[in-house]
Nanobody
Framework: QVQLVESGGGLVQAGGSLRLSCAASGSIFSINAMGWYRQPPGKQRELVAT???????NYADSVKGRFTISRDNAKNTVYLQMNSLKPEDTAVYYC????????????????WGQGTQVTVSS
């Protein structure tokens, strides 16, 4: 019913930048919030940043001041600008959306993207 597709991952040197994008499509009535999570090798998935439909933002302490989350509501797309990257930022980055479907109003469902690899070399 809803698909989230991430793009923009890759290999970058420490201190470099990357911009991730995640586009949502399908039976979408509205998207209440969108977010980015990551899963480093051998570790659990963790929150990176979230943004509400009103653009209220929340960041993990480890990325504050380096990463910026934004969204384009008209395109159902969320972005993550990552600057001053560190080797410890290496992870698979997942997009998540809290979606109200066109067929079932009043209830939001959580959807995940397939993930995109970000590797930061030292």
């Amino acid at each position: 019913q809803v698909q989230l597709v991430e793009s923009g991952g890759g290999l970058v040197q420490a201190g470099g930048s990357l911009r991730l994008s995640c586009a949502a499509s399908g039976s979408i009535f509205s998207i209440n919030a969108m977010g980015w999570y990551r899963q480093p090798p051998g570790k659990q998935r963790e929150l990176v940043a979230t943004i509400t439909s009103g653009s209220r933002k929340n960041y993990a302490d480890s990325v504050k001041g380096r990463f910026t989350i934004s969204r384009d509501n008209a395109k159902n797309t969320v972005y993550l600008q990552m600057n001053s990257l560190k080797p410890e930022d290496t992870a698979v980055y997942y997009c998540r959306g809290w979606v109200v479907l066109t067929t079932i109003h009043g209830i939001e469902y959580s959807y995940w993207g397939q993930g995109t690899q970000v590797t930061v070399s030292s």
